[in-house]
């Protein structure tokens, strides 16, 4: 009798089904703005609203711009993309807020998020030499870039020439 009671609880037990995947996904790729044209090597970051990083530079999209989150608990989210030498899109100087490089998300227990896109455009760079009075290159001095508005990206405020006078800031949104 209690070895038909074991094999009935067996039984039950195999058959019930419980829901232990409650954590979602999201799936998509990065392409540059205004183009279907992927970009590979893409770092992505996934940050819960208000917190430290979730999934920061794990994930790396591959040749075809394709990356994959998985197991991602259920909330709400800040996602972005960055690689070097590209930036969010700034369409006529203005730039995406969400939307581009960042995009707020949220995700539901079991949801499957595919088809997600973010796009990148290539930064721009100001380069060039300082040199004194007499031409001889100005070592070390002070480059200051300054935004024309609060809420451009600038990847730094102060910069310094080298050596032979030059400079170089990069990762610079259009505008």
């Known amino acids: 009798m209690k070895l038909l009671s074991?094999?009935?609880l067996v039984s039950c037990l195999m058959f019930q089904t419980v829901e232990t995947n409650i954590n979602g996904s999201i799936e998509g790729t990065v392409t540059r703005y205004a183009?279907?044209?992927?970009?590979?090597?893409?770092?992505?970051?996934?940050w819960p609203d208000g917190s430290e990083a979730y999934f920061d530079g794990e994930i790396v999209t591959d040749?075809?711009?394709?990356?994959?989150?998985?197991?991602?608990?259920?909330?709400?989210?800040?996602?972005?993309?960055?690689?070097g030498g590209f930036v969010n899109p700034a369409p006529n100087g203005v730039r995406l807020q969400d939307g581009g490089s960042t995009k707020t998300i949220t995700v539901k227990p079991g949801?499957?998020?595919?088809?997600?896109?973010?796009?990148?455009?290539?930064g721009s760079v100001i380069a060039g030499r300082v040199i004194d009075a007499s031409g001889k290159p100005g070592?070390?001095?002070?480059?200051?870039?300054?935004?024309?508005?609060?809420?451009?990206?600038?990847?730094g405020s102060y910069f310094r020439s080298d050596d032979r006078g030059e400079y170089r800031i990069f990762d610079?949104?259009?505008?």
């Open 111 to 122: 949801q499957r998020l595919t088809n997600f896109s973010l796009t990148l455009s290539t």
């Open 63 to 83: 040749d075809k711009g394709h990356f994959m989150l998985e197991n991602v608990i259920p909330g709400k989210y800040v996602i972005r993309a960055m690689r």
């Open 6 to 8: 074991l094999a009935a």
């Open 139 to 155: 070592v070390s001095v002070e480059i200051k870039l300054k935004a024309t508005s609060p809420e451009r990206h600038t990847p």
């Open 172 to 175: 610079l949104e259009a505008g």
């Open 35 to 46: 183009s279907n044209d992927p970009i590979g090597g893409v770092a992505i970051a996934l």
